[in-house]
């Protein structure tokens, strides 16, 4: 009872108001977050001088002439980003839409990506980062690793669970899986979203109005809609359940017992039934297995198979020109009689498992002990190491960068200024020597003006019908 | 307002390589995608691993730019190659966890048979005919290799027979390959 009352607190707004933030424990310790190492950049020579809002702005307006943005900037104004005052965060959001634009923005940097992300999170700005990285084509934050996990423990050391699952589904969509501690701590976000703040109300279609006008709209060839069952997922209840069975399957961590629980309900909530079915056969009929799920899983699984919609198998197909995307979502659903297969392939699997084969274990809580466990501890120190070495790099990177940078500005405004100097001298030079050269510029004028005559007394002339266009034979020369 | 388009139905059910790249980190530089109309039409399986794809970021629909990938067309590598048709609606990208799949089939794909033909080539009846009655005016001896002509092969990234100049065989015009 104290452990519900204490969950429940943990959700309430009285907790997450900033005098009660500290009660809740952050994940990551310092660490992975190497605060320190990351705060002495601002002693560099050239992130101190830099005013964040004014480079900003500066920028902003050379981009208009140039259009384009050297990486050399982005990333001296990306360092600074938690300086600018939410007024001005619309300068950061600006640049980093017109940034995704140029070719210079390819291929993405670490170190780039970082610095915007922290930036972000030190300035408060949180809530406006999350809608940038949700809108991948336009904005094109890529978060790395490191600083993807700083963002997730924020996230859920301000109890947001809602918006860390979000985070989570990037994670997935990316499909990059070799760094454990963002797939734990995604897994974790996706988790606690499930326990406390998914709605796990299906949307339904909007009905459609048979008085409404319909608008025809001829086109050339109408593009068939297609769902990739990604990048297209709307549902959320199917973005949780594919990153809960993907994150699960990928992490190392876990006991591979909670692993296939969390497998078991990701494909319940994703509604790929045929395959957990699959699954559960699998791990069944592997007799070397102690305990194969969870009780809480099977469950929720069988809540969610009973629930699962159906289509009609007889239905008329929708004509091609009403198709969209949703009718193509439609025809995912299973028929009731697979359903029914489904149903009753479960219902004898679940006969098969013995007794102790499904322990009654809590997933919240479990997921609490990996996150106290030695290993995570091991792997935040192995983070936090890799971040320093790489940190130094992009430093060393940055210095070398902005030297040649520097080099090359330098030149070019060296060569404007003696441009000017020379065409200075050659209307001093022409001052000097007028009277010398007055018959030459005499002769000048003279063609000049001849020219334009020759050009007013030329008459347009239009053949006759008959005789315009024909090309004249050329004489071959041998 | 409900639409409803009037057209030509559209053969192709995927899409254009770069709404694809456009969602994936350093737009999708390393990752397998295939042509649905390809995997449909061969047995052997089709596919390109990206190598720089460069999306044309102000045009409408998201469907223009540049790409180039590694070609694995019916089993067979051709190399890096440009990607001409990455605005066909036609592409699907390939699931992580599916990558050994297509991976094993292009490996386990076994190696055409090469085409040995040989080279000697008969001339065509009529210009035979020409060339004898010409022969037999002018009192020139003739035999029967005299109206045979090599054969050339124009050698391209599809085509891959091999002359056999060893073997006297010879083909004519009608069972020419």
Known sequence: MATSMIRRLGTSKLLRSPRFRHAERTILSDAFKSEQVWKERLTYPFFEKINAKEFGIEMLTQFE?????????????????????????????????????????????????????????DGGHINKLLPLIKDKAQYGIFPDEHSMCLLLDQLLEDGDYARAAQMAYEVMLQEEYDYQMRNLLALTAAIKHFCYTMDFVR????????????????????????????????????????TLYNLSKNTAMLDPEFSRSLQLIGLGLYEKFELANQLLEDWVKDSSLKNVVYSEALK?????????????????????????????????????????????????????????????????????????????????????????????????????????YI???????????????????????????????????????????????????????????????????????? | MPVKYIGRESFFHGKSLFQIAR?????????????????KRYEEPSYYRLTSVKPDMNAKGYCKGTAAGEKIFRGENFGICNIDVGSKLDWRLIPKEEEHIWLDAA??????????????????????????????????????????????????KFNHAVINRTSTETVTQDSAV
């Open chain 1, 407 to 478: 080099t090359v500005v330098n030149k070019q405004n060296k060569m404007v200024e003696i441009h000017n100097k020379l065409v200075a001298l050659q209307e001093r030079e022409e001052l000097l020597r007028y009277f010398e050269n007055s018959h030459i510029l005499k002769k000048i004028t003279r063609n000049m003006e001849e020219e334009t005559k020759e050009e007013e007394d030329v008459v347009e002339y239009v053949a006759p019908p008959g005789q315009r266009n024909i090309k004249k034979a050329k004489k071959k020369k041998f």
């Open chain 1, 300 to 404: 929720h699984y069988e809540d969610y198979l009973n629930d699962a919609p159906t289509r009609d198998p007889e239905a008329e197909p929708v004509s091609m020109s009403d198709k969209t995307l949703d009718d193509e979502i439609e025809l995912l659903k299973l028929t009731p009689t697979e359903k029914g297969n489904c149903i009753s392939k479960f219902e004898s699997l679940k006969s098969s498992l013995k007794e102790g084969q499904t322990p009654d274990v809590n997933i919240e809580d479990k997921i609490n002990t990996v996150l106290a466990s030695s290993a995570f501890k091991k792997l935040e120190k192995s983070g936090g190491q890799t971040f320093t070495t790489n940190f130094k790099s992009w430093m060393e990177k940055l210095k070398v960068d902005l030297d040649s």
């Open chain 2, 23 to 39: 969602n994936l980190k350093n737009f999708g530089e390393g990752r397998l995608v295939y042509r649905v109309s390809f995997s």
């Open chain 1, 65 to 121: 002439q140039n259009k384009n943005f050297s990486p050399v900037d982005v990333q001296l104004f990306a360092n600074k980003i938690q300086d600018l005052s939410e007024s001005f965060e619309y300068v950061a959001s600006n640049i980093l839409l017109r940034y995704r634009h140029c070719d210079s923005s390819v291929p993405v940097r670490d170190d780039i990506m970082h610095a915007i992300v922290r930036g972000y999170i």
């Open chain 2, 107 to 156: 490996a386990k794909c076994s190696s055409k048979t090469v085409k040995v033909i040989p080279d000697k080539l008969e001339l065509p009846p009529l210009m035979k005919k020409l060339f004898m009655e010409d022969y037999d005016v002018h009192e020139l001896d003739y035999d029967g290799s005299t109206f045979q002509v090599e054969r050339v092969i124009n050698k391209d």
């Open chain 1, 203 to 242: 949307k339904e279609r909007d009905p459609v109005d048979p008085d409404e006008d319909i608008e025809y709209v001829a086109v050339k060839v109408i593009t068939n809609p297609y769902y990739d069952d990604h990048f297209d997922i709307k549902d959320e209840r199917f973005l949780l359940g594919k």
